[in-house]
């Protein structure tokens, strides 16, 4: 049975329109600078960055007043000036397959419009995947994509996309010293194992703003995920796929989803501006690319559209050369789309052709769609309301 919860209890950890930046998704080189303009001491601001860098990504940190090895005068002062709390939960859905899907509100922009997102948690046998999201909408149109019938409202900000996996962690109680107390803790000491860009959003028509959360993610000291567990799926923007390689460095996916420009150009309307001879070829010269660093390569069946054999043929042949595994995507119906997702054998068989050729291709096991949280699912309902407006809604009106 599906349940939702409400998450009344997690909202003061937000105060709407607080003037105070947030100290959280800085790099290490912008929380010193934050320091210095508190008026920390140039000769304490190391070992001050130290100790809220570990407060706030080991310890999972919603206040000052937690950070005990601090001096009492300075956490008054960084509370003065500065937060880390988190953005508001406005729903937390849990499907009966155990997904979890979290329905965020952010804090207000300069018009007093607070946008929200949506964040999704894939518990499986072996790993725990956390799929955040990195823009507000999506710039693009794909056809088969439910988020992307929802026009780019804005990018997220690196705190914004850092916040997804501390909510996460919060609301897994997936903290250190809360999994030592656990009787029971998951395998590996974690439950998010696994990052993946793919929630709402074109990750790189964000570049900066992804490029600092990664880092603050990836960092060995904080939330502490390799680079080689947490993966960033673009639709195809050709140009910034050798830089993100180079300058990001995480694993790479791409939303192939045809075999042809005929086909993709209807699917994934990014192709008209870069058709697929010319992504694969950015692939092949992917930074790192290896038997042991695959491009994966995801492709959603629809019926009659992109899953005969013929295709699965010309997949091979275009996939030569390049070290890769092709995620099979059911898809995953919504409302108003006018795509079916592809008979089992017709998916098992495109399969067959891919596996006999060298690539495998798991089939992905379609997760959360009773609470909307499958891939190509995601949709905030986010509205430009006035602050009147948005507070009729809140109580009921």
Request: aromatic fraction near 6%.
């Amino acid at each position: 049975m599906t349940t939702v919860l409400n998450q009344l209890a997690a909202r003061p950890r937000y105060i709407p329109n607080d003037p105070r930046p947030s100290l959280i998704g800085l790099t290490r080189d912008e929380l010193a600078a934050a320091l210095a303009r508190a008026g920390v001491a140039e000769k304490q601001r190391r070992m001050r960055m130290g100790q809220l860098w570990h407060w706030i990504y080991h310890r999972g940190a919603t206040s000052f007043a937690a950070m005990t090895d601090i001096s009492k005068e300075l956490r008054t002062r960084l509370d003065e000036v500065f937060i880390i709390g988190r953005p508001e939960i406005v729903t937390e859905q849990v499907s009966t397959d155990g997904t979890r899907k979290w329905l965020i509100r952010l804090a207000p922009d300069e018009r007093g419009a607070a946008h929200e997102v949506e964040t999704v948690y894939i518990p499986e046998e072996d790993r725990g995947t956390l799929c955040i999201s990195s823009q507000v909408g999506c710039t693009l149109t794909c056809t088969f994509c439910h988020t992307g019938t929802q026009k780019l409202v804005r990018n997220l900000s690196a705190n914004e996309i850092v916040a997804q996996v501390m909510i996460a962690r919060d609301r897994l109680a997936e903290w250190p010293h809360q999994i030592e107390a656990m009787k029971t803790p998951p395998a590996g000491g974690r439950y998010i194992t696994n990052v993946v860009l793919m929630g709402m959003g074109e990750p790189l028509y964000n570049f900066d703003n992804v490029k600092r959360a990664m880092a603050v993610v990836s960092d060995g000291e904080g939330l502490s995920l390799s680079k080689r567990r947490i993966t960033l799926s673009t639709s195809g923007v050709v140009p910034e796929i050798p830089r993100a390689g180079e300058e990001i460095g995480t694993m790479l996916a791409i939303s192939l989803h045809a075999t042809t420009d005929e086909i993709r150009n209807k699917l994934v309307p990014l192709n008209k501006k870069y058709p697929i001879k010319e992504l694969l070829d950015a692939c092949r010269a992917y930074p790192g690319l290896s038997n042991a660093r695959r491009i994966t390569f995801e492709y959603v069946m629809l019926k009659g559209v992109n899953d005969s054999l013929a295709d699965a043929k010309r997949l091979v042949k275009l996939l030569a050369g390049i070290p890769a595994k092709v995620n099979l995507i059911p898809f995953n119906p919504w409302p108003g789309t006018q795509h079916e997702c592809s008979d089992w054998e017709a998916i098992e068989a495109f399969a067959e052709v891919l596996n006999k050729a060298g690539y495998a291709s798991p089939v992905r096991t379609p997760r959360g769609r009773d609470i909307m949280a499958a891939c190509g699912q995601l949709k905030s309902e986010s509205q430009k309301l006035r602050a009147k407006e948005r507070l009729a809604v809140e109580a009921g009106a």
